[in-house]
């Protein structure tokens, strides 16, 4: 992935840099990061991945339950955390660091089940199925929502929905989209309202980590972008951004 032109920046920034970041967290969130068959795969975890130890950090990246992870992140002195969704709701929890892509937000049903889904009149008055610790339950609290289940995973979220628990779910299009392939399910048998807003997916870092390593990490995620990486990882894993 572009490995010496990363190599090249990193050796250039970490002789000002200092320490290294002291973790790296995130959770089970497909395509970005998370297990299958005994591995760990993920686009964003794979440019983090080889981005760490140029960047001085040898340890593992940390997989938490998204709300773990986050608390773990903004606890930290200097901790990096992705994906995360850039929204007000988290403007000042953490130093943005660098934009992976853009991704939206969307509802999703089953085809069987004839939900008007772009009629928020009718769908909130429904119980809809989010992510815990995702902006989605801000999101569709905006909107007038009040009957919000939280669940651990989007695997939980699709389960709720197919037993009839929920009228839909909410998640970001990468992310249900390729939670329904790895769950081995048709996408005809589902609906896509239309997005409810659209967000840039962070590596963001906690707000007592130091200036020159965010400065180091921003820059080898920039020059990672400039130089194709993060299009052909968005290719390998099959995504478009808006």
Not at 45 to 72: C, N, S
Not at 208 to 233: K, M, S
């Amino acid at each position: 992935m572009g490995r010496r032109l990363i190599a090249l920046l990193a050796s250039l920034l970490l002789s000002s840099a200092g320490a290294a970041v002291e973790g790296i967290v995130t959770a089970d969130i497909l395509p970005m990061a998370y297990h299958q068959d005994g591995k760990v795969r993920g686009m964003m975890y794979e440019m983090v991945q080889e981005m760490a130890p140029r960047l001085g950090f040898h340890g593992d990246i940390k997989f938490y339950p998204w709300p773990r992870a986050q608390a773990t992140a903004r606890s930290g002195a200097a901790m990096l955390i992705f994906p995360v969704s850039r929204t007000p709701e988290r403007e000042k929890l953490y130093t943005w660091v660098a934009p992976f892509g853009a991704i939206r937000h969307l509802m999703l049903t089953r085809r069987d089940l004839n939900l008007p889904l772009d009629s928020h009149a009718v769908m909130g008055k429904l119980p809809v199925g989010v992510l815990r610790g995702s902006p989605h339950r801000a999101m569709l609290e905006n909107l007038g929502y009040r009957r919000i289940l939280e669940e651990p995973s989007n695997e939980a979220l699709l389960r709720l929905l197919d037993q009839n628990m929920v009228a839909a779910i909410v998640s970001g299009d990468w992310v249900i989209r390729a939670t329904l392939q790895q769950a081995g399910r048709d996408e005809r048998q589902f609906v896509f309202g239309t997005p409810l807003s659209s967000t840039d997916i962070y590596i963001a870092a906690s707000l007592t980590t130091p200036e020159v390593e965010v400065l180091a990490w921003r820059q080898a995620i920039e020059a990672a972008r400039r130089d194709g990486v993060i299009d052909r990882l968005m290719k390998k894993y099959g995504v478009t951004t808006p």
